[in-house]
């Protein structure tokens, strides 16, 4: 863990003035300054903030950030989730209208290198032409319902 961090302090604590233009006066009121705790469990705390304290307000912000970065990281699974899908429906329509998608080295959906003689022609790999088969489909089912009165 890092030595120098900015972490909520413990009710009742003094406080401590704000910085130039600050609009709130009370805008150090709940922090800790320069505290930490070292990568060998020891405690950094040149100010002398009490220690259960200090340890307690470390912990919390380390709990924050962890959960602050898993958020992030489950919004980026997301992210790609949905973008690997748009390029599976984007394919699976070019496919279905009989456009080509290869010969490619890399597979058009998720970009590994293709050693398939087929999966090169076709240039989609094989894993990847299995969820374009599924959107194909899809999109011929619709196709056929819509055409259905």
């Known amino acids: 863990m ?12 003094q406080g ?6 600050s609009l709130n006066p009370n805008y150090y009121t ?15 705390n040149p100010n002398g903030y009490p220690e259960d304290e200090v340890r307690a307000a470390v912990l919390a912000a380390d709990a924050r950030r ?3 970065r898993s958020k992030a990281a489950r ?5 790609r989730a949905d973008r690997r899908q748009d390029r599976v429906t984007y394919i699976a329509k070019r496919v279905a209208a009989a456009q080509q998608t290869g010969p490619r080295q890399h ?14 022609t076709r ?3 094989s894993e ?3 969820h374009v088969l599924a959107q194909i489909s899809e999109i011929t089912r619709a196709a056929r319902e819509e055409a259905q009165p």
């Open 123 to 125: 240039g989609i790999g």
């Open 75 to 79: 919004r980026a699974a997301e992210t």
């Open 30 to 44: 709940n922090r800790l300054f320069n505290v930490g705790i070292n990568t060998d469990g020891t405690l950094y």
């Open 66 to 68: 962890h959960e602050r």
């Open 16 to 21: 401590h003035p704000a910085p130039s233009g």
């Open 2 to 13: 890092s030595k120098y961090r900015l972490v909520p302090c413990p009710v009742g604590c």
């Open 107 to 120: 597979c058009c959906v998720c970009g590994r290198y293709l050693t398939d003689p087929e999966s090169i």
């Open 128 to 130: 990847c032409w299995q």
